[in-house]
């Protein structure tokens, strides 16, 4: 198995990013898919997840309305849409797949996303 995350970078207030993760050595479709962030000093918070199956997807109160989880299972790709990113935002991010009982079984390296004027 192997996630491997991109498209984080510095951005300024108000801006953009869009984060992929690209999946392999499993069946991409058949798993429920999370994104998860950390930032400097403090412990992983859970971001979003998009459910296997009817695609179903939940957020965190803090980025609801301003970031979108979706997933492609023919590219075997996740994506995580960031808009109006706010400095609280910055974090190193995740991606992550949910196995068995609902745990974080495998996890990507991280892609850093800063926002900062």
């Known amino acids: 198995v192997q996630l491997v995350e991109s498209g984080g970078g510095m951005v300024q207030p108000g801006g953009s990013l869009r984060l992929s993760c690209a999946a392999s050595g499993f069946t991409f479709s058949s798993y429920t898919m999370s994104w998860v962030r950390q930032a400097p000093g403090k412990g992983p918070e859970w971001v979003s997840v998009?459910?296997?199956?009817?695609?179903?997807?939940y957020y965190t109160d803090s980025v609801k309305g301003r970031f979108t989880i979706s997933r492609d299972n023919v590219k075997n790709t996740l994506y995580l849409q960031m808009n109006s990113l706010k400095p609280e935002d910055t974090a190193l991010y995740y991606c992550?797949?949910?196995?068995?009982?609902?745990?974080?079984?495998?996890w990507g390296q991280g892609t850093q996303v800063t926002v900062s004027s």
């Open positions: 992550a797949r949910v196995g068995s009982y609902s745990r974080y079984d495998y």
């Open positions: 998009i459910n296997t199956g009817d695609g179903t997807t």
